[in-house]
């Protein structure tokens, strides 16, 4: 619902982010789709995230196109009990990310 983009997403719209537990190779498969800014092309990036510490909270984000050459620290912050909503940042503070599964965050949060 809410970002301070990477140069990944910057001058993009309408990005979602589709997370799947891959249990065989213990990552998380990530389809993050977006559109271009004036809605006329939608494209998607494949991305592989490895958790890398016990709580699960610090993952090491890659884009499969770079093979993992390109990397990301990805920091889950906060996270609802019932995964709803969460925020994701890294270290350095350069992105943030207020995720929802709904278009819309309820105002109790």
Known sequence: VAHIPT???R???NNTE????NAEKQRIDIT?????????KTST???VAKPINAHNTEWKLS???????LSFPYLILD???DYTTCLVGEPKRSF???????????EEL
């Not at 993050?32 to 006329?40: A, E, G, K, L, V």
Request: charged share 15%.
């Open 63 to 69: 884009i499969k196109a770079t093979h993992g050459l």
């Open 32 to 40: 993050f789709t977006y559109s271009n800014r004036q809605r006329t």
């Open 45 to 47: 990036i494949q991305q």
């Open 11 to 13: 001058n993009t719209t």
């Open 18 to 21: 589709d997370y799947v537990w």
């Open 7 to 9: 140069f990944v997403d």
């Open 79 to 81: 996270c609802a009990e």
């Open 96 to 106: 943030l990310y207020a995720m929802t599964r709904h278009p819309v965050i309820s």
